[in-house]
């Protein structure tokens, strides 16, 4: 999800630039140009986190500025399909939940909250669930899916998640899950030894 890619471009500095080092000038550059900004080949851009070479600044006549190429890291935010991530319930709406996923929100459709009929409590601004009484509010700590990755360019980008498989939800409901795969896994065990001794018989 969290990935740091190295990459080379042209910058152009300015001569306001030109009295600090160049890999100073570049980094501030570069932070205008690639910070928060959303590529389909690296993700969502958080930060640059190094530069790694500056080049020597070629002069084009009748341009003030000089040109460089320079090689530098981001840490990018790169969602893949199928990847489970934990985030946090930021709004709820008619529609859905928004969680928070690092420096992205993503949608939990209503129909992908979990296995059970599910309404929107506009008063009390929460989901609840008919038959498990599963209750998903703003601010719950959520683990889900990624189902679908659309990351368009510039600043926005769309990402769809899931909670409906065993194991993912609010947290509460995935140690509840998890309370009853443990205990079905023990009433195996029981069932089994119980025939074992049946047949020694």
């Given at each position: ?49 190094d530069v790694l070479d500056v080049g020597q600044g ?144």
């Open positions: 999800m969290f990935k740091i890619f190295s990459i080379s471009t042209k910058v152009e500095i300015p001569p306001f630039l030109f009295g600090q080092p160049k890999e100073t000038s570049a980094r501030i550059i570069l932070s205008e140009e690639y910070e928060g900004i959303i590529t389909r080949d690296y993700g969502f851009i958080i930060a640059i986190v070629i002069i084009i006549p009748g341009n003030a500025n000089t040109f460089h190429q320079v090689e530098f890291s981001i840490l990018a935010f790169r969602p893949k399909l199928g990847e489970v991530v934990e985030g946090e319930v930021v709004e709820l709406v008619d529609f859905g939940a928004f969680c928070r996923l690092g420096p992205l929100d993503g949608l939990v459709h209503v129909s992908q909250i979990c296995d059970d009929y599910i309404s929107y409590e506009q008063v009390g601004n929460r989901f609840i669930g008919k038959e498990t009484g599963k209750i998903l509010e703003v601010n719950n700590d959520v683990r889900t899916k990624v189902i679908a990755v659309s990351l368009g360019t510039g600043r926005s980008g769309k990402l769809g998640l899931t909670m409906r498989q065993k194991f993912l939800g609010k947290l509460d409901w995935i140690e509840a899950d998890v309370a009853e795969e443990y205990a079905n896994i023990e009433a195996k065990k029981l069932k089994a030894s119980e025939e074992e001794e049946v047949s020694e018989e």
